[in-house]
């Protein structure tokens, strides 16, 4: 049970030295997190980008207005229901994302390189195999 609790504390102060790392523009988490998702699963209506996050469709209107404000995501009219928009990353917006991922995965290249002895490296690759064990079906 100790181990489940420090591991649990330690992924959420890497999640939060990860978020250091992340570049931008000032946007709300709860922005970022749409941005995420429209990347990871392609256009979606305000309707399922809330359910996803769990919020009410108002609220994510308003996190939808402000990323169209940024120019960082598109809206076009849903093929299947043309009442709905369906929305998505711009140009710009999977530059931006890209960016912020290449940050991050420099700074924990760094930190890995400068904070760990090559015998550590080693052990700290064969953790990531144990690692991907506990969330892999």
């Given at each position: ?38 990347e ?47 929305l ?26 400068t ?23």
């Amino acid at each position: 049970m100790a181990t489940a609790v420090e591991l649990r504390v330690l992924v959420g102060k890497l999640k939060r030295r990860l978020r250091e790392q992340t570049n931008l523009g000032g946007l709300a988490w709860s922005q970022v997190s749409v941005l995420g998702h429209l990347e990871r699963d392609g256009p979606a209506t305000v309707t399922a980008l809330a359910r996803a996050e769990g919020m009410r469709p108002q609220s994510m209107g308003a996190n939808v207005s402000a990323l169209l404000a940024a120019g960082l995501v598109s809206g076009s009219p849903d093929p299947g229901d043309g009442r709905q928009t369906l929305l998505s990353l711009t140009p710009a917006c999977h530059e931006l994302v890209r960016a912020s991922r290449a940050a991050r995965e420099d700074w924990l290249f760094q930190a890995i390189q400068t904070r760990l002895a090559p015998k550590e490296q080693a052990q700290l690759a064969g953790a990531v195999e144990l690692l991907k064990r506990l969330v892999e079906p």
